[in-house]
């Protein structure tokens, strides 16, 4: 009788810490495939799209807020801005860093980030050499670019000025990188461009629409 009662007990126990290891286990994955007031449609781990709205968590995915432009979530602990059709890995592969990007209507992949603390837009650009700044978000940033090597670049309206710089850190998702050789040029950009000086020191592995993103070192 007492062996059997124990046996039972000890089953009921591991049967209590895989169901409380199940509610805390986060998503792997998460893209934002709809934006609304206080609602967002996502994607998680592949799935099928759900609306989730500001307050809920869907496996261990919480809606903090959204609007017609971009939504925020608390994973892990951590915030995550994203706009339409962007995406972030929660989890690490392999225990390095690593982000999942969307592909937009028009096939680029657009991603909040960060230069030296400060949130910038980032377009992929694999055919830039380096990281690429207009010099309006290179002054909101704080930074002497002009303190930098001058030098001249081609654009579809003529050569105009840029500065060779070396910015402090680059962060994407969970991917931070520090002295990220760079470049300010003396021009409006829609976005800044995520060129080779960051792409060259992760692995990027495309299938599909996703892109992914992981620190090699």
């Known amino acids: 009788m007492r062996n059997t009662f124990g046996n039972i007990f000890h089953a009921y126990c591991i049967a209590t ?5 199940c509610g805390q286990a986060s998503a792997a994955s998460v893209s934002v ?3 609304f ?3 967002a449609m996502v994607r998680i781990d592949g799935s099928s799209p759900k609306l989730i709205s500001a307050g809920q968590t869907i496996q261990g995915v919480k809606l903090l807020s959204a ?3 971009s939504a925020t979530f608390e994973v892990d602990g951590k915030q995550r801005t994203l706009s339409m059709g962007q995406s972030f890995a929660a989890v690490s592969n392999g225990g390095k860093a690593s982000v999942k990007l969307s592909a937009d209507p028009r096939g680029h992949f657009v991603a909040m980030g960060a230069v030296n603390g400060h949130s910038v837009t980032f377009i992929l650009d694999t055919g830039a050499s380096s990281v690429a700044l207009s010099s309006n978000d290179a002054s909101r940033m704080g930074i002497n670019y002009k303190s930098g090597e001058m030098m001249g670049v081609s654009t579809a309206n ?3 000025p840029a500065w060779r710089v070396t910015f402090n850190n680059v962060k994407l998702g969970d991917i ?3 002295q990220v050789e760079g470049l300010v040029v003396e ?7 995520l ?3 960051f792409l060259n020191r992760t692995d990027m592995t495309r299938e599909g629409e996703i892109m992914t993103l992981t620190q090699r070192y």
């Open 17 to 21: 810490m895989l169901l409380l290891l």
């Open 187 to 193: 021009s409006e950009m829609p976005a800044a461009l």
């Open 33 to 35: 495939v709809g934006l």
């Open 195 to 197: 060129g080779m000086s």
């Open 37 to 39: 007031k206080n609602k």
């Open 158 to 160: 003529g050569v105009i």
């Open 67 to 69: 609007n017609s432009e």
């Open 176 to 178: 931070s990188l520090n």
